[in-house]
Antibody, heavy 120, light 112 residues
Framework: QVQVVESGGGVVQPGRSLRLSCAAS????????MHWVRQAPGQGLEWVAF????????FYAASVKGRFTVSRDNPKNTVSLQLNDLRPGDTAVYFC?????????????WGQGTLVTVSS | QSALTQPASVSGSPGQSITISCTGT?????????VSWFQQHPGKAPKLMIY???YRPSGVSDRFSGSKSGNTASLTISGLQADDEADYYC????????????FGTGTKVSVL
């Protein structure tokens, strides 16, 4: 059974940092590219970041580039998103999504998300 | 990268067919056959319904179909059912200026 579980969300003050984690099971994790997608309260989906299956490629949305860093640990079947210099506009549910293949492959595996609230 | 444009809402009666449009540019929808559609019920994770413009993942009803013409992709739901009531998002891969994805603005589907 395929399962993806995000964790690490919470309430944080502007300018502070947070680290999100995503644990996957039931898939061959080392062959899956992973994405982070976020959804602000009551709003639509926004792609945030991508990391290839072997971590050789990483891409970021312009809105987070230079502040967020994606990484992965294949032996532990986990992917992480380091969020630095957080802003109120980063408040959202952050979803982890898996794609069997390269950056063009569809995200067919999703977790339930973890809520990040940036507020003073 | 601007969001893809979708109608805010679409509605239909049970059994009817509806179509949701998703308009982008030649840099995203028009340039690649990597358009996906997601269904999202309130408080839930998105679910992949269509990928690569026309393909359905295993387990997705054949009432859902996708197409593309130029810079506009479309999702058609036939034989509308109560459980189809949800938010729907399109997304397209784009290689400009870097490999990335752009999502649509989202469409609320209501079953009357």
């Amino acid at each position: 059974q395929v399962q993806v579980v995000e964790s690490g969300g919470g309430v944080v003050q502007p300018g502070r940092s947070l680290r999100l984690s995503c644990a996957a099971s039931g898939i061959t994790f080392s062959t899956h590219a992973m994405h982070w997608v976020r959804q602000a309260p009551g709003q639509g989906l926004e792609w945030v970041a991508f990391i290839s299956s072997d971590a050789s490629d990483k891409f970021y949305a312009a809105s987070v580039k230079g502040r967020f860093t994606v990484s992965r640990d294949n032996p532990k079947n986990t992917v992480s998103l380091q969020l630095n210099d957080l802003r109120p506009g980063d408040t959202a549910v952050y979803f982890c999504g898996g794609a069997a293949g390269t950056v063009e492959a569809p995200f067919d595996i999703w977790g339930q998300g973890t809520l990040v609230t940036v507020s003073s | 990268q601007s969001a893809l444009t979708q109608p805010a809402s679409v509605s239909g009666s049970p059994g009817q067919s509806i179509t949701i449009s998703c308009t982008g540019t030649s840099s995203d929808i028009g340039g690649y056959n990597y358009v996906s559609w997601f269904q999202q019920h309130p408080g839930k994770a998105p679910k992949l319904m269509i990928y690569d413009v026309t393909y359905r993942p295993s387990g997705v009803s054949d009432r859902f179909s996708g197409s593309k013409s130029g810079n506009t992709a479309s999702l058609t739901i036939s034989g509308l059912q109560a459980d189809d009531e949800a938010d729907y998002y399109c997304t397209s891969y784009t290689g400009t200026p870097i490999p990335s994805y752009v999502f649509g603005t989202g469409t609320k589907v209501s079953v009357l």
